[in-house]
Nanobody, 125 residues
Framework: QAQLDESGGGLVQAGGSLRLSCAAS????????MGWYRQAPGNQRELVAR???????NYGDSVKGRFTISRDNAENTLYLRMNRLNADDTAVYFC???????????????????WGQGTQVTVSS
């Protein structure tokens, strides 16, 4: 049974940085497209960033230029580096995975069927 475990969340001041990690187990990490999503209270879950199994990344408009998604297939780990954090980044961040057949596949949000439990990020202003 595949499993994702996020870590690295916490409380940070506005303008600060955090790095989230997502450790994958129980499956072949390299054949999954991966993504980070977040959900703030009262809001819908939104895409933060996603990365194909071939390492092509794209980002939500609100985090472009500030966040960087990366993956280490040898370590079965997904990362999200977050810089210049602001209060609007406060949310629970979820790691998600979608099995793909091609390194170029960019699955839609509905195709992500493997989810972690989430890690809280709180940015104080």
């Amino acid at each position: 049974q595949a499993q994702l475990d996020e870590s690295g969340g916490g409380l940070v001041q506005a303008g600060g940085s955090l790095r989230l990690s997502c450790a994958a187990s129980g499956s072949i990490f390299s054949i999954y497209a991966m993504g980070w999503y977040r959900q703030a209270p009262g809001n819908q879950r939104e895409l933060v960033a996603r990365i194909t199994s071939g390492n092509s990344a794209n980002y939500g408009d609100s985090v472009k230029g500030r966040f960087t998604i990366s993956r280490d297939n040898a370590e079965n780990t997904l990362y999200l580096r977050m810089n210049r954090l602001n209060a609007d980044d406060t949310a629970v961040y979820f790691c998600a995975g979608s099995f793909v057949h091609s390194v170029h596949d960019v699955p839609p949000a509905s195709a992500y069927d493997l989810w972690g439990q989430g890690t809280q990020v709180t940015v104080s202003s």
